[in-house]
């Protein structure tokens, strides 16, 4: 038997928070070192899996399928293709920066012991942390239609208790107030995925069913389905195709979020640490984007290209509604989370266009957003962290006092607008141009609201970062030796992958044609006539 490379992978991490969790409560030190370390072997075991892919090799490879409920077609299946592979490295990537930069979150605030003062437990914190990293790495590793529902719904729960339990302490009202906020702000988030993950349930019961009528076994198998669909050994009927495609499609919309369903996402960053605000934007979030392009087109190719024009219309409105809040922002997470939104927006987008290009810059804005988020946000909240207070008007001056914390916070904002040399550009780049090649109208429409990124970004780096000093600024102290050991490598890895995205490229694109043959598609020919 082979080495089970993709399961201990997943499983690294869950043992790390079962291990970090346990730890006595006087070891609070030891406890976030342990996480740390159990996340630095789960980046070197997502290499590995990297390393061992072969781009022109199988669609899913270093795969696993054991029984595991069999009286119900259920099976432990894992595999991983190009797509799956690069967003376990992000995720695996991303985790030890979290950790590093929330490395005192959960501490005991000072005169802890004195009423109303919370004490944050953080074994509990860093295991939490960790528990999300197991679920959302099995959730991109699963091609069991039924074992990646079990683990999309499962990561709401260490979600909950990081939104909810752990919330950011520069709060504007009293710690009473910020309090009922964070748990209104958790709460938020779980009931939407939560009717998300329902009406999902409902649609991979009906999945069951009509596999079982016509295959004469059901199956959760995505490989099974979908090699059945080619054949033409598995037909739905368009109205039930389209039904369970709904019913997948609800689930990762609220989950990506695409607009109207996005409302839960700024209450959720907003009250959260930024650790844990870049957790759900940069990797939680991800998985819905990623299912759109496994499951909805994979099993629904009819009903995908169906609810095309829908999809389009609301992608472009998150792009257009996301960038026009932001830019009215007071307070500097909400507005990096509606941000995300305009982002996500994007990749909705390429995923939809049905355009190579388009699969391919869906899936590189997808890593690139992870990454330039995450460097925008952790910055953002070791500034917020140094002046107690998450509005913009409470800043001005930081450039002055805090040089290098400054430059990082504009390096994260110019690749938050795309900026040409850093990596989001690419990936921008591509989904729209496959989204022009085949729907010239909304790709001018989406490229024309690119000019409000620029405006959100440079106002927000203006008004914290220019002009005079204010009185809370003065004093501030520059980025410490573990927030530049958080922020360089982010900013080193946006500078390398907007210069040379290849080696992410040649990963992905052959997924991509795997997936644009599961919906009959081909890039539109160009209109124009070669010279002769």
């Known amino acids: 038997m082979s080495f089970p490379l993709l399961t201990v992978t997943a499983l690294v991490p869950a043992v790390g928070a079962v291990a970090t969790a346990a730890m006595p409560a006087a070891r609070r030190s030891a406890a ?76 005991e605030e000072a005169g802890g012991d004195k009423p109303g003062r919370r004490w944050r437990p953080t074994q509990g914190f860093f295991a939490l942390i960790l528990a999300v990293e197991a679920m959302v790495v099995i959730s991109f590793l699963a091609t069991d239609v039924f074992l990646f529902y079990i683990f999309f719904e499962a990561m709401l729960i260490p979600m909950y208790f990081l939104i909810g339990g752990f919330g950011d302490r520069a709060h504007e009202h009293g710690e009473e107030e910020a309090s009922r906020q964070r748990s209104y702000a958790a709460v938020k988030f779980l009931l939407y995925n939560l009717a998300g993950g329902l009406i999902m349930l409902a649609a991979v019961i009906g999945l069951y069913a009509v596999t079982a009528d016509q295959l004469g076994e059901g199956t959760f198998s995505l490989q099974a389905i979908t090699e059945a669909r080619a054949s033409g050994e598995l037909e739905m009927a368009t109205n039930t195709e389209r039904l369970l495609f709904l019913g997948f499609f609800f689930a990762f919309a609220v989950k990506a979020p695409l607009f109207p369903l996005h409302t ?57 509604y996301g960038a026009l809040v932001a830019v009215g922002q007071r307070d500097m997470k909400r507005l990096i989370a509606y941000a995300s939104i305009s982002h996500f927006g994007f990749i909705i987008l390429g995923v939809f266009a049905m355009t190579s290009q388009g699969h391919s810059g869906a899936t590189l804005y997808m890593v690139n957003h992870g990454i330039s988020t995450a460097a925008l946000m952790l910055v953002a909240g070791f500034l917020i962290t140094r002046r107690g207070s998450r509005l913009i008007a409470d800043y001005g001056g930081v450039q002055k006092v805090a040089p290098v914390l400054a430059g990082a916070f504009l390096v994260g904002g110019l690749a938050t607008l795309s900026l040409p040399g850093l990596a989001p550009f690419i990936s921008e780049f591509l989904v729209l141009v496959g989204t022009f090649s085949r729907y010239p109208v909304v790709g001018v429409i989406a490229a024309a609201t690119i000019v409000l990124a620029a405006l959100y970004v440079l106002v927000l780096y203006q008004r914290t970062m220019t002009g005079p000093v204010k009185e809370g600024v003065k004093g501030m102290p520059d980025l410490r030796v573990r927030e530049l050991a958080v922020v360089t490598p982010l900013i080193a890895l946006l500078i390398f992958l907007g210069v040379f995205p290849k080696p992410l490229t040649d990963i992905v694109n052959p997924a991509v044609e795997h997936t644009l043959s599961d919906v009959e598609k081909h890039d539109p020919a160009p209109d124009v006539e070669a010279a002769k």
């Open 32 to 107: 976030k070192w342990l996480a740390l370390s159990v996340s630095l072997v789960t980046l070197g075991l997502a290499a590995a899996v990297l390393v061992r892919f072969d781009p022109g090799g199988a669609r899913y490879q270093l795969t696993e399928s054991r029984p595991w409920i069999a009286e119900f077609g259920v099976r432990y299946e894992l595999g991983v293709d190009g797509i799956g592979a690069v967003l376990v490295a992000l995720t695996a990537l991303l985790v030890p920066f979290i950790l590093l930069a929330g490395w005192h979150d959960a501490d």
């Open 264 to 320: 839960w996402l700024p209450n959720a960053m907003g009250e959260a640490t930024a650790p844990v605000a870049v957790l759900i934007t940069a990797v939680v979030d991800k998985v819905g984007t990623f299912a759109m392009l496994r499951y909805c087109l994979g099993l629904f190719p009819e009903a995908s290209e169906w609810a095309t024009p829908v999809v389009l219309v609301l992608a472009l409105i998150s792009i257009i």
